[in-house]
Structures are given as C-alpha cells and as structure tokens.
C-alpha cells in the first residue's frame, strides 16, 4: 500500500494533475519522472528545448554532443527550481552542471541532479503516524563529447540514479537505483541567408537507456525509467553585430511501452529495456495515432543583443490523452564578464477539470554559470558562404 500510494503521488506530480478524465486518457508512468523535467532557466524558457539550441554548460540535460563546440575552456553552473510549490511548499530541484574543454576537439562533462519532494508525512495501513520523512532522488552523470568533423559531433554519457521516496517505510520497501547511457549527435554549419549570417544546427539523443527499477524487494516487479528520444532543428541568425535572433523545435517521445487498461496481467511491464524500446515505436492500445499522440512538442525563440542581454519565449504542448501539459514559458538571461545569470516563468494555458487552477502557473527557475574562455577563435568554425 505504502509503495503504491507513493508512486502515485509521484506520478500525479509529475503531470501536474492537468489531465481531465476522459475514456481515452492513457498516460506512460515510470519511475523517477523527475529525470525528464527541464532542469536550466535558459532551455525552459524557450519552450523546454535544447536537443539543437547553441550549447552551455547545461547541455547534459538535452544534448550532451553539444559540449564538443561549447566555446569556453571551462564552465561550471548551479540551477534551481521551487518545484510544483502549489501543491507542496518546499519540493525544489537543484542541478549542478560542469564541462572542461580537453582539446579544441573533445570536452569531458559532469552534472548531479537532486530532486527533493519535500516533508511528507507517511501514515500506516491503519492510518497510524508514521513519522515525517523527506524523499528524495539524485543522479549523477558524466560525458565525453568529441567533433568527428569540422561540424558534426556525437557523445556518450553515463549515469547513476537513486530513488528513495518510501524512507525504508512500508513492508519490504527499499530505494531503488539504475544505471544508464545516453548516445546523442550534434550538427552545426554557418550559413549565409542573403544578407544575413547564421548558424543551422540539428541533433539528435536517446537518453536514460537503463535498467529497470523496483521499489520492493518482496516481488520482481520493476518500473521503467524514462528513456527519451529527443531530436530537431534550430537556426541561429546574425542580424547585425549587435542582434541576433534563433528559433528551435523539439519533439520528444519516450522509448517506453504504452500500457494497456484492458490488459489486466500488466504483460508490458515485463518487457526488458531493448524490448520496451523497439516496441514503444508501434505498439499501442489506440494504434498509430496513439503513437503519434506520444510525441511532445517544444518550440522556442531566443533573442541577444549584444551577447549580453536575452530574453526568450517558448511554448510546449502535450496531448490531452498522454498528460495534457500545454504552458507558454518565458525567460530573460543577462552575461557579464565571465558571469551569467538566467530566469524562466511558466505560463499554463489550460487548468484542471476539479479546482479551475494548474499546479506548474507561475513556475521559477534560475541558474548562474561561470565561463573562463581560454580557447577563444579556435573553437569557432570559419564561416562558408
């Protein structure tokens, strides 16, 4: 019972309780959701995209390929999030995120998320206190990135996740752990538009590759972690030498079986990795448009002028039938020196069918990076026209 009431809570938060009740409703649940959230300000306020955007130190997240043209020698960052703080006052996400430069080809990355749910008050069966407890998630990643050419790149990642959101209550409960791999590509060319110089830039990840995770050590039940295909385009455009303006799209769809309400052996949760994977793809109770229905969309703009002032804008959409997030984000950034700071707001565009309210509206986050520059010109391409 105890597993079970917290895996629910977790998966409610995750989705932000957006989803109406509807025949059709048939949302894909793992474990440690935390691990898709947008961790960095700048990629949140664009949409939650960043599998093609100019890379940063939080590039872990969306596109570790993209630390190979990071432009800085070496560059560390600390992100914050006060996390769904409608429903619960102090559930926050920190993110910490740092790459090295070790030639004008190849950078070595690492990052450590922690997801903390807060003081939560765990009751027995027979509603007997229990006791306050925090839960809490974390993981820890690590990446090689490397040019395989003058504009193409690709990397590899690995991570280890913790999960501890009984605190040892409950019968036979137990953290959970799983360790997984990323593999991501990364392209980016100048261009020349007319009159205008620019940049096009295109990637491609799969991340949280892994084994599966299981909170009981009383059954070989095991959850899903939340494997993610990530890809799409951006594009850069110089408009003078003090302004520019980049777009960028993102879809995303999770590499995990679609469960199925009228299979009641739950035969889905006993595929391995590989096999939830492969059948993510075309294997649906609803069919092909089922499938298409999986896939979320981020879209985003970024302005800068001068490099030293940015504000941004995004929007992100979901199916009704898979989560029904939809929410307009915003962000502004500010560098100096070798200091950056940026801040995102989210903006939901839909509310819940009970309380007329969404539990992301006014969402916050904030993160602040230091860039030494050592390599400068030789990390830039030459432009071709």
């Not at 069966?125 to 090689?144: H, M």
């Amino acid at each position: 019972m105890m597993k079970k009431s917290v895996l629910v809570l977790m998966g409610l938060m995750m989705m932000g309780f957006i989803a109406k009740a509807q025949d059709d409703y048939n949302v894909i649940s793992t474990a440690v959701p935390s691990m898709i959230i947008a961790p960095d300000a700048r990629s949140a306020g664009m949409g939650d995209i960043g599998v093609s955007t100019s890379p940063d130190v939080y590039s872990m997240h969306w596109n570790s390929a993209k630390y190979a043209f990071i432009e800085d020698d070496f560059s560390i960052g600390l992100a914050y999030t006060p996390w769904l703080r409608k429903l619960v006052p102090d559930m926050n996400i920190a993110y910490l995120a740092a790459a090295k430069r070790m030639s004008p080809r190849s950078t070595i990355a690492a990052s450590l998320r922690y997801f903390n749910l807060g003081d939560i008050n765990f009751r027995g069966t027979n509603n007997e206190d229990l006791g306050t407890y925090r839960p809490n998630e974390f993981a820890i990643d690590v990446c090689y990135s490397r040019k395989l050419g003058d504009y193409f790149s690709a990397a590899v990642a690995g991570r280890f996740i913790y999960s501890d959101i009984t605190q040892g209550q409950g019968n036979y409960t137990t953290p959970a752990w799983s360790v997984a791999a990323d593999v991501s590509v990364y392209y980016q060319r100048p261009v020349n538009l007319g009159n205008i110089d620019g940049d096009f830039s295109w990637g491609v990840s799969i991340t949280n590759m892994g084994s599966k995770m299981s909170y009981s050590n009383a059954n070989s039940r095991t959850d899903f972690i939340p494997t993610n295909l990530r890809l799409g385009p951006s594009l850069k455009l110089n408009i003078d030498e003090f302004n520019s303006l980049a777009f960028a799209v993102d879809f995303n769809k999770l590499l995990v079986p679609t469960p199925d309400p009228a299979d009641s052996t739950h035969a889905w949760q006993d595929y391995s990795m590989i096999e939830g994977m492969i059948k993510s793809f075309y294997e649906a109770p609803g069919g092909f448009s089922e499938k298409m229905k999986e896939i979320t969309i981020g879209i985003g703009a970024e302005y800068w002028y001068n490099n030293v002032f940015a504000v941004r804008a995004g929007f992100f959409h979901e199916s009704k039938m898979k989560g029904n997030r939809r929410y307009l984000t915003f962000g502004a950034g500010l560098r100096y020196n070798v200091f950056a700071i940026d801040v995102s707001y989210l903006v939901p565009v839909n509310n819940t069918a009970t309380s007329g309210t969404n539990p992301l509206e006014g969402t916050l986050r904030f993160n602040l990076a230091f860039n030494i520059n050592k390599w400068g010109s030789n990390t830039k391409l030459e432009r071709v026209d």
